[in-house]
Nanobody, 120 residues
Framework: VQLQASGGGLVQAGGSLRLSCAAS????????VGWFRQAPGKEREFVAG????????YYTDSVKGRFTISRDVAKNTAYLQMNGLKPTDTAVYYC??????????????WGQGTQVTVSS
């Protein structure tokens, strides 16, 4: 399995970015896809998750109403639309594959990260 995250960059507060996570290989083993982030000096944090089959998405409270996770099964790609970005959203963002959408501890396979920097 390979995960390729992209779409990060530098944006001003209030701006938007769309992250993409292209998956390849035996991804059918995994039920869910999620986004995590890690800011300097902080632990990795679950941001959002969704099943490849659709259904409810889960978000950490700090991004609810601003971020939207989605997936395109045909393209084997997941997305994270981030609106209303804040400086506190600055982090390296990772996508991951897992077996339970809402349980951060059940994500097992990680891709490389993409840097998101929000200036004030």
């Amino acid at each position: 399995v390979q995960l390729q995250a992209s779409g990060g960059g530098l944006v001003q507060a209030g701006g938007s970015l769309r992250l993409s996570c292209a998956a390849s290989g035996r991804t059918s083993t995994y039920y869910s896809v999620g986004w995590f982030r890690q800011a300097p000096g902080k632990e990795r944090e679950f941001v959002a998750g969704i099943s490849w089959r659709g259904g409810s998405a889960y978000y950490t409270d700090s991004v609810k109403g601003r971020f939207t996770i989605s997936r395109d099964v045909a393209k084997n790609t997941a997305y994270l639309q981030m609106n209303g970005l804040k400086p506190t959203d600055t982090a390296v963002y990772y996508c991951a594959l897992g077996t339970i959408v809402s349980d951060p501890d059940r994500y097992e396979y990680w891709g490389q990260g993409t840097q998101v920097t929000v200036s004030s």
